[in-house]
């Protein structure tokens, strides 16, 4: 099991982090987004999924990752 922190810029409510986390509900073991913070703390499996496929995952919904 693989861990990564990312920040995530272009989120405007707690309804954005929502969003990113119900994107990835099923491709990640475990998924918490904080919008006040600009943060996320993501546990995957590197079987199922990578952290590019991740980092894609959230850009298409039109936030940047960093």
Same mark, same amino acid.
């Given at each position: 099991?693989?861990?990564? @922190?990312?920040?995530? &810029?272009?989120?405007?409510?707690?309804?954005?982090?929502?969003?990113? #986390?119900? =994107?990835?509900?099923?491709?990640?073991?475990?998924?918490?987004?904080? @919008?006040?913070?600009? &943060?996320?703390?993501?546990?995957?499996?590197?079987?199922?999924?990578? #952290?590019? =496929?991740?980092?894609?995952?959230?850009?298409?919904?039109?936030?940047?990752?960093?």
């Amino acid at each position: 099991m693989a861990k990564i @922190f990312l920040n995530i &810029k272009g989120m405007h409510c707690e309804s954005c982090a929502r969003l990113i #986390e119900g =994107e990835m509900e099923g491709e990640v073991k475990r998924i918490k987004v904080s @919008f006040s913070d600009g &943060k996320a703390e993501i546990e995957f499996d590197k079987e199922k999924i990578n #952290e590019a =496929e991740i980092k894609n995952k959230i850009t298409n919904l039109g936030y940047k990752v960093k």
